[in-house]
């Protein structure tokens, strides 16, 4: 049998009705209370507390506050006018019955048209986030195809010119070796004629002696085969030289390095190649674009920003499949897991990411404080609000000046000792 609560102070105005329910040491939730325009009921096993209300209230704008041990409702009267009493007097069991019956279907009625219109409202932003990622990457595709036609062009106009060029020079040798060679005919004709002057018989009928041809330069008929062979130099001799080279991956010489360190180096290097190319092997059918970490983070941050918390996710998780490495990956989807209620995944990503902002420097202040901030935040919607303090000092002390950070860490210290003063 229930305990009926029957100690209760209240008071009015013309507009509202001002009600103070004790507790009795019993911890009370919102979902402990239930009220429409004339019903009103408090249910905390094993006590409770029941009203049909002398007129009806706007129970939409009406509130209730627990605190101190106290439920305190301030109650919105439909129409200004003084009650005689709280409750309807003279009532009857079925009007009471009546009453009650009529506020739960309302109050049925009205949560279910709350949940089709946050359904609705729900599939309206998914319908909009789709659209908007759609949008998204057609303008991105678009952007990539405008650059390959860009680097396209160029590379046919540098194509262009270089066959111009090659044509040009073509065209200068061609009208050089004509040149040449013409210079070379007419070289030949000459020495030719100074031939002919030379064995030519003088009128005077006296007779010389031809002379006799000599080797040499300007001797000779234009078709012996002499002259060809004075104007080609000598064939030179082929031989094989033979290069060796120290086998070195480092640049610096062996006598500078350390060579367990270049060893441990190499070892890590090949561990790490072996890594990414198992996870790529799983990873072919994606685009060139998509296995890059930096541009998976950019479209997380995107998606995160337009609200599509699941969508930025799934980007961040493809990201650290390539690259587990990078905190700022784990510290935005701690931030995706609180919007979406994932708390425990939220600490994970947190903690795993304030592991890798190590050594701490100032380079990664803001880094730090965000990981223990939004750790913290997981643990008091937890309701363990002190590992929640712990995580929110530590952020004080590294950004000491910061006043939000401050304020949200003195709610919790009251929490604290609200939740230990009510047990």
């Not at 932003?125 to 678009?142: G, I, N, P, Q, S």
């Not at 701690?334 to 994970?348: F, T």
């Amino acid at each position: 049998m229930p305990l009926w609560l029957r100690e209760f102070r209240w008071h009015q105005s013309p507009t509202a009705v001002f009600l103070s329910l004790p507790l009795r040491g019993a911890r009370a939730t919102p979902a402990n209370i239930f009220c429409s325009e004339r019903y009103l009921k408090v249910s905390i096993p094993p006590f409770l507390f029941e009203v049909i209300l002398y007129a009806p209230i706007d129970d939409t704008n009406s509130t209730a506050k627990i605190g101190n041990g106290n439920i305190f409702f301030t109650l919105y009267k439909k129409e200004p006018a003084m009650w005689d009493s709280l409750s309807l007097e003279n009532a009857d069991k079925e009007q009471l019955q009546y009453l009650r019956e009529n506020a739960v279907l309302k109050a049925q009625q009205k949560a279910k048209e709350e949940t089709e219109a946050k359904k609705a409202t729900k599939e309206e932003h998914k319908k909009y986030a789709l659209e908007a990622t759609m949008k998204l990457e057609e303008a991105e595709r678009k952007r990539i195809e405008d650059l390959k036609e860009k680097e396209r062009q160029k590379v046919t106009e540098e194509l262009e010119l270089w066959k111009n060029q090659q044509k040009d020079a073509d065209k200068y040798k061609s009208i050089q070796k004509d040149g040449e060679l013409h210079q070379e005919i007419g070289q030949l004709k000459e020495r030719k004629n100074e031939k002919m002057t030379k064995t030519r018989i003088p009128n005077e009928g006296t007779s010389k002696t031809r002379p006799k041809p000599t080797k040499g330069h300007g001797s000779g008929s234009i078709f012996s085969p002499n002259v060809k062979e004075e104007q080609l130099p000598a064939p030179r001799s082929a031989a094989t030289i033979k290069v060796n080279f120290t086998p070195r991956v480092f640049p610096t010489a062996l006598r500078e390095s350390r060579v367990a360190e270049e060893e441990e180096w190499l070892h890590k290097q090949a561990e790490a190649r072996r890594t990414i190319s198992a996870d790529l092997s799983e990873l072919q059918d994606l685009k060139e674009e998509e296995k890059n970490p930096d541009w998976l983070k950019d479209k997380g941050n995107k998606m995160f920003a337009m609200g599509n918390y699941l969508a930025a996710v799934n980007a961040y998780n493809l990201a650290l499949r390539l690259n587990n490495k990078l905190p700022l990956l784990y510290l935005n989807r701690a931030a995706c897991h609180l919007k979406l209620r994932n708390l425990h995944k939220a600490i994970e990503d947190s903690s795993k990411a304030l592991e890798l902002l190590t050594p701490p420097v100032p380079d990664n202040e803001d880094a730090r404080v965000k990981a223990y901030v939004r750790r913290g935040t997981a643990f008091c919607q937890l309701e363990l609000y002190t590992e929640g303090l712990q995580d929110y000092e530590a952020a004080l002390k590294i950004d000491p000046k910061n006043k939000n950070i401050e304020k949200d860490a003195e709610k919790i210290r009251h929490l604290i000792q609200g939740t230990m003063q009510s047990s």
